[in-house]
């Protein structure tokens, strides 16, 4: 084999390995430091969806009453971007006034509360929601059900 094939194939063997490093380092960070059990991984397709059927959740429970909610419109900008467009076992579900009806696109994007900018976080899931069919993001677990299997069978 040529020298300079061998040194490129070496180049890449290393690189691999730096790379499967990375990833082991970033997933000890977040399960152990972060204590996440979900990472995201995907692309926002900029379709909205999220923009509207909010639930908002403070502390433990979901917000099911207009006089609480105007309370915390004191509390957060993002709130205040909020209107009620409805209610049910839940709670109150709002739509975000920023919401472009016509291009589904956020109206403050380069602004846009911290909030909207890390959407979606694994809360999402602790207060019953999910992402819509749609999403172009997706939360994969940390820890893989063939992984927590494989510790368990070592216990034994
Ligand atoms: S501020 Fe923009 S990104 Fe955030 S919920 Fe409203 S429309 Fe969506
Ligand atoms: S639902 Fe998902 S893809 Fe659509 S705007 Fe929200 S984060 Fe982006």
């Known amino acids: 084999m040529p020298k300079s094939l061998q040194n490129f194939i070496n180049s890449q ?3 691999c390995y730096h790379v499967n490093m990375l990833l082991k380092l970033r997933k000890w960070f977040l399960s152990k430091i972060l204590r996440r059990k979900y990472y995201r991984t995907g692309k926002c397709k900029a ?3 999220c923009c509207t059927q909010i639930y908002v959740k403070h502390f433990k429970h979901v917000i099911q009453d207009e006089k609480e909610f105007e309370k915390l419109q004191l509390l957060h ?3 205040t971007y909020l209107k009620v467009i409805g209610k ?3 709670g109150l579900i709002f739509e975000c006034t920023n919401l472009d009806s016509e291009t589904h ?7 846009r509360p911290g909030i909207c ?6 809360e999402l899931f602790s207060m019953g929601g999910a992402l819509s069919e749609d999403c172009g993001y997706r939360m994969e677990p940390i820890i893989s059900f063939s992984e927590v299997l494989e510790k368990e069978k070592k216990k034994r």
Request: aromatic share 12%; glycine share 4%; charged share 40%.
């Open 77 to 79: 900008r993002f709130y």
């Open 13 to 15: 063997i290393q690189l």
């Open 88 to 90: 049910d076992d839940i």
């Open 47 to 49: 379709c909205g969806k």
């Open 105 to 111: 696109k956020c109206k403050i994007h380069k602004n």
């Open 117 to 122: 900018r890390r959407y979606p976080q694994e």
